[in-house]
């Protein structure tokens, strides 16, 4: 087979960036959570990485791109020949290194919304589990050539298959950990606790801004050659389509950032910066399913609503729920993977460079907004049902929650016997 070196430059470079995805997630959820908890945090998206790595080479991804409608297969160590799935002119482990990265931002997802009152060995066991099983089949499902993906559901860059399934992850792992000690008065009423940084905050979402570049772009797995055109007249060359991405997954972006911060400070008085920088990261994962498929108007629509939708899930999540999310991630991940990935049914248009399917708005009747929703049924079931069953069974052997004191003093003294900020005066 003959190699093309510039797609497989370009899916090289996009994996490294999904990889440094891993930095923006650990600064960003330090930064949102308190100051004595900061080690442990950065050593939980740590881990997820280099646990999920060799897991995922040792099964998961096996289960992911083996033939199968349901389940792909049990490939030990990844030792079958994937020629099949691998993209036109990229070698195997330059795709495979790129489905990694992929399946550790789903497991690093969890991280956020369950900081500050996990078990440190009962999280590892969880990064094991959802990078050996549960990210790996409902993948199949989307991407590996499963029941999904023969219908024509539409995830191209992972609202859905990455972010829903973390997202999913996260809300039930937070409902059975159970709050932070003080988040809820007595009466239920939440109380607001700030992070520590928000410097290191905004930061972090600038990083996952600039990685998913890399993230969506890189889903195009190739830099040269041709696709199919809009309406499948034609062809465009992939450069092109790979543009157009880049554009829509921006412009999304930036219209849910302006958006979350008007809705702030129409709502509380004040442009509120903590939600303005989940706005930017609900735009992101809102566009991921749908931003080859998407012309701009779509893009800008789908900032908006994801801006509002950001807020909103936050609040209902918390007050209503009474889930506590230190860092807002179900909101983020699952709110609007959810929403994104039913967006395709609504805006897909092929004035779009390479998109074959008109979406309820542009004349297309229901018929792939079914399919969606379809896909986030099927998918829900799946990783709700697993990952409780799986957190309860983490909670009865090994217990999923720290003793009280361990909460009160913070994770990072009696988790890892060391300070993230030593020498500095830390506020309880």
């Not at 992070?195 to 195009?220: E, P, Q, R, Y």
């Not at 957190?391 to 016997?417: A, M, N, P, S």
Request: overall charge negative.
């Amino acid at each position: 087979m003959e190699f093309s070196p510039v797609n497989t430059a370009w899916v090289l470079i996009a994996a490294a960036l999904v990889f440094f995805m891993q930095a923006g997630f650990a600064i960003l959820e330090s930064g949102l959570t308190r100051a004595k908890n900061a080690g442990n945090i950065i050593m939980k998206n740590l881990m997820d990485f280099c646990i999920g790595t060799p897991i995922y080479w040792f099964i998961g991804f096996g289960i992911m791109f083996g033939t199968g409608s349901l389940v792909g297969g049990i490939d030990l160590f990844t030792r079958g020949d994937y020629s099949a799935v691998a993209p036109d002119g990229v070698p195997f482990y330059a795709f495979f290194i790129f489905q990694t990265v992929f399946c550790a931002t789903a497991a690093t997802i969890v991280s956020g919304a369950m900081a500050e009152r996990t078990d440190f060995r009962a999280y590892c066991i969880y990064s094991a589990i959802i990078s050996l099983i549960v990210y790996p089949v409902s993948g199949h499902w989307i991407w590996g050539g499963g029941w999904l993906a023969d219908m024509g559901f539409h995830d191209f860059a992972g609202s859905c298959a990455v972010h829903m399934v973390g997202g999913c992850a996260a809300l039930v792992g937070a409902i059975v950990l159970g709050p932070r000690i003080g988040k809820y008065d007595k009466n239920g009423k939440p109380r607001a606790i700030p992070g520590h940084n928000l410097t290191m905050a905004a930061l972090g979402v600038f990083i996952l801004w600039f990685c998913w570049f890399g993230f969506n772009g890189g889903s195009t797995v190739a830099m040269e050659g041709t696709t199919v055109a809009a309406g499948g007249v034609g062809e465009i060359t992939m450069g092109a389509l790979a543009g157009s991405v880049f554009s829509t997954t921006n412009l999304c972006a930036a219209v849910a950032t302006i958006v979350a911060m008007m809705f702030t400070w129409i709502k509380y008085k004040k442009p509120d910066v903590s939600m303005s920088l989940n706005g930017t990261l609900a735009g992101l994962v809102m566009v991921t399913a749908s931003t080859d498929c998407i012309d701009m108007y779509g893009a800008a629509i789908e900032g908006i609503i994801a801006g509002i939708a950001v807020v909103v899930g936050i609040e209902f999540i918390d007050k209503v729920l009474k889930v506590d999310d230190p860092v807002g991630a179900v909101a983020v991940h699952f709110c609007n993977g959810l929403w994104g990935t039913i967006a395709v049914g609504l805006f897909a248009t092929t004035s779009a460079p390479s998109c074959e399917i008109n979406g309820l708005f542009y004349g297309g009747g229901v018929h792939q907004l079914i399919l969606q929703l379809t896909g986030v049924g099927s998918v829900l079931l799946w990783t709700g049902v697993t990952m409780f069953i799986v957190f309860k069974v983490i909670d009865k052997i090994f217990g999923l929650r720290v003793t009280d004191q361990e909460q009160l003093d913070g994770l990072d003294i009696h988790e890892h016997g060391m300070n993230a900020y030593y020498g500095f005066r830390i506020d309880k």
